[in-house]
């Protein structure tokens, strides 16, 4: 799967286990309509193993831990259920460590879909997997959204009680009544469910992972930096209904003709791929996706390859499109003159994204940007700029399903 995309559920008990090369604390939440738990007893973890249709399994180090969910037992008025998960040792972030999330029929262990959260940093927790009912059916949504301060903050987010140690008094200002010291949280335990309390304060929201801003284009034109995303809406409602991705460069430096070819590679739910775009394969996908066709040299002004996306023809399946660029004459990026890419409104004109691959890295492949269909029916653009060793687009295809 990828981020945003979902499945339908086949089976009415389903497993959701977390993997990593480290050992991760796995949880889950029961969500009502407005996004927060009824009450703590709605926060399933290891010192809470068992809720109201979902329960923890505890993976005890030599296998991942899971939340299983058996959604004919979930209470009426709960409509998603939140798989998180956080690195077991403290202060520990993901990055350089890829959970990978399991969705399994809880019955036959058959495996119903696999995600794996891409791009990862500073995060300390993470919200990977949702099981969510939506018209009356239960399905499975990817999601990877981060936190920065741990299993803790996602608690409080959805309305968990949190408890913290109180900061120590200063011994000039005694209290009347000395309250008894705090109880520390054993290593494992980030966040603790309590009797019910006072309000607390309003959480700060989660810090952003960096490279992870989302923009829209509510203020016009937005240049994008590598990794940034911009979700392609204005005022809340969806502005484009057709893509272009221009391709443009000048014959290489002491005139030797350059060859370079724009693609698009379609991919579904699973990160498999569909079909792909480009000079050999000029309409695809019933004609949602059509290429201008190949030009050898470079030769004249503006774009020298187009491809037109019309995002509202693509198939349901299509959860994914990356855009590259390769050298089909073998010359490195370097090498090459006055050479650029970028994504225009094909409606409009209106440039969103540009790319200047001249002076680049000496390769001769460049994953340029995607676009991921969110579950609310939107898409999204996130600029890659990922350079790679390939001169056609069926070298393209491995690495640009694991950019996704």
């Given amino acids: 799967m990828t981020p945003g995309s979902n499945i339908p559920l086949s089976a009415a008990r389903v497993t959701v286990d977390v993997a990593a090369p480290v050992r991760l604390d796995v949880s889950g939440l029961l969500l009502t309509a407005d996004g927060k738990v009824r009450s703590d007893d709605d926060f399933i973890f290891y010192n809470q193993p068992a809720g109201q249709g979902v329960t923890y399994r505890s993976g005890g180090g030599a296998a991942p831990d899971a939340i299983t969910v058996n959604t004919a037992a979930v209470p009426p008025g709960i409509e998603k259920i939140v798989v998180t998960a956080s690195p077991d040792a403290a202060g520990q972030t993901f990055q350089g460590i890829e959970p990978t999330a399991t969705i399994r029929n809880a019955d036959d262990n058959s495996v119903l879909a696999t995600f794996t959260p891409p791009q990862l940093g500073a995060e300390t927790a993470l919200v990977i997997v949702e099981v969510y009912l939506r018209g009356g059916a239960w399905k499975a949504r990817a999601v990877g959204q981060g936190y920065a301060n741990g299993l803790a903050g996602i608690a409080t987010d959805f309305g968990v009680t949190v408890e913290e140690p109180a900061p120590a008094a200063p011994p000039a200002q005694p209290r009347p009544a000395t309250p008894p010291p705090p109880v520390q949280p054993p290593q494992r335990s980030v966040a603790q469910t309590t009797p019910a309390a006072p309000p607390a304060p309003p959480a700060a929201p989660p810090a952003p992972a960096p490279g992870a801003g989302k923009i829209n284009l509510d203020k016009g034109r937005v240049s994008l930096q590598k990794n940034q995303t911009v979700s392609l809406v204005k005022g809340g409602r969806p502005v484009l209904s057709q893509v272009k991705m221009g391709l443009g460069w000048e014959p290489a430096y002491r005139g030797k003709d350059i060859d370079l070819d724009a693609s698009v590679i379609a991919y579904g739910p699973?990160?498999?791929?569909?079909?792909?775009?480009?000079?050999?394969?000029?309409?695809?996908?019933?004609?949602?996706?059509?290429?201008?066709?190949?030009?050898?040299?470079?030769?004249?002004?503006?774009?020298?390859?187009?491809?037109?996306?019309?995002?509202?023809?693509?198939?349901?399946?299509?959860?994914?499109?990356?855009?590259?660029?390769?050298?089909?004459?073998?010359?490195?990026?370097?090498?090459?003159?006055?050479?650029?890419?970028?994504?225009?409104?094909?409606?409009?004109?209106?440039?969103?994204v540009r790319f200047d691959l001249t002076s680049a890295e000496a390769q001769t492949g460049v994953m340029m940007a995607k676009l991921i269909r969110q579950y609310s029916g939107e898409w999204e653009m996130t600029a890659i700029g990922d350079f790679v060793k390939s001169r056609t687009v069926r070298g393209m295809v491995k690495p640009s399903a694991q950019a996704l």
């Fill in 270 to 352: 699973q990160r498999n791929h569909i079909d792909s775009c480009y000079f050999g394969k000029l309409s695809i996908l019933n004609g949602a996706v059509k290429h201008s066709g190949d030009n050898l040299t470079g030769e004249g002004g503006g774009d020298d390859e187009v491809i037109v996306v019309d995002l509202g023809r693509l198939p349901q399946e299509v959860s994914g499109l990356v855009f590259t660029v390769n050298s089909f004459s073998g010359q490195k990026f370097t090498e090459v003159a006055k050479a650029y890419c970028r994504l225009l409104d094909a409606a409009s004109g209106e440039e969103l």
